[in-house]
């Protein structure tokens, strides 16, 4: 039996693609392009109408009495009645609840920055025995539903001998808000180069003046971004004031959500609306202008720790 040694033919290389065909491919993969992006803009358009019209609506109706509100819900203000909005900064107490609200917040995002930027630094710079642990811990918080603690977190509070009072909403405050923080900054903190802390460290820097002479600076962007959302998510917050602070005869230390909420549920049918949408729209402004004054340094600090 004879065994044939032929070789087999080689394999030919396909032809390149004409200068038609690569032509046609471009101005495909442009169409296709062109129809996302047109799809994307739609989408945007229409989210954006989603969110801006029912503030614009609130706004309005800010101005407006009763039977503009119920007669015509789409007409401009027959005048610019500031008197609603008086009538709620002093008759509803609004400006009480407003300037608890500042209050509260301010300390409590306060002491969430300088609590959550010292944990998420220590974890993400420095290794030592249970690192991991901590830190994993930290991030389970984002999984814990907030209404599940709020029976153990109403007996806690309680207990201290904090319930009914700005001290214990604060702490609450601090302890919800930092799952979030120390997750968002220690990656952020793991991004800032280790020759510039060894260069201070060699210079006699010790540990403290290292974080907030030079790790601190460094990390503006991220600190600024992840202060603007702990604001705005502590300032919207409507049901740890109503566990921590529900007593009707302490008003007076009441937050700006609760009180508009008892506006709303108090008036019956004798609501006066166009009160209640100047106090929502009180609400509302100070979020949307801290965004508008911050929303570069928020769209760096959230990019700038995606590249090492």
């Known amino acids: 039996m004879t065994i044939g040694t032929d070789k087999p033919a ?5 032809p390149p693609p004409s200068r038609g065909a690569r032509r046609h491919g ?17 989408f945007l358009v229409v989210w954006a109408a989603l969110v801006i019209l029912p503030l614009l609506w609130t706004f309005l109706a800010s101005f407006k009495n009763n039977e503009e509100i119920f ?6 203000p027959g005048a610019l009645r500031f008197e609603n909005w008086a009538r709620a900064w002093e008759e509803a107490h609004v400006g009480q609840y407003f300037l608890n609200s500042v209050f509260v917040v301010g300390v409590s995002t306060f002491g969430t920055m300088l609590l959550g930027s010292m944990a998420a630094y220590v974890l993400a710079r420095y290794t030592f025995f249970g690192n991991r642990a ?51 900054l220690a990656a952020f903190f793991k991004t800032l180069p ?28 991220g600190l600024i971004s992840i202060t603007i ?6 300032w919207n917050q409507y ?34 609306w166009g009160g209640l ?32």
């Not at 169409?31 to 799809?39: D, Y």
């Not at 991030?139 to 539903?145: E, K, R, W």
């Not at 959302?229 to 502590?234: D, L």
């Not at 007593?247 to 006066?272: P, R």
Request: proline content about 6%; hydrophobic content about 55%; charged content about 10%.
């Open 229 to 234: 959302f702990n604001i705005i998510g502590q």
């Open 10 to 14: 080689p394999v030919q290389p396909a």
């Open 134 to 184: 901590i830190y994993y811990l930290f991030v389970s918080g984002l999984a814990f539903p907030v209404f599940l603690a709020l029976v153990p977190l109403f007996f806690v509070v309680r207990n201290l001998g904090l319930f009914n009072t700005h001290t214990g909403l604060i702490l609450v405050y601090i302890s919800y808000s930092l799952p979030f923080t120390v997750f968002f």
């Open 239 to 272: 049901i740890l004031p109503l566990a921590i602070i529900p007593g009707t005869d302490v008003e007076d230390k009441w937050v700006l959500t609760q009180g508009i909420a008892n506006i709303n549920t108090s008036a019956g049918f004798n609501a006066d």
């Open 194 to 221: 280790n020759s510039v802390a060894e260069a201070a460290m060699i210079d006699g820097c010790s540990h403290t003046r290292l974080f907030f002479r030079v790790m601190m600076p460094m990390a503006k962007p």
């Open 26 to 42: 471009r101005e495909g993969t442009k169409r296709e392009v062109g129809l996302l992006s047109s799809v994307g803009h739609i």
């Open 277 to 308: 949408f100047a106090a929502l729209t009180m609400a509302i402004l100070p979020m949307i202008i801290i965004y508008a004054i911050f929303q570069r340094q928020i769209q760096s600090g959230l990019t700038a720790g995606a590249v090492k």
């Open 71 to 76: 007669g015509n819900a789409w007409s401009l």
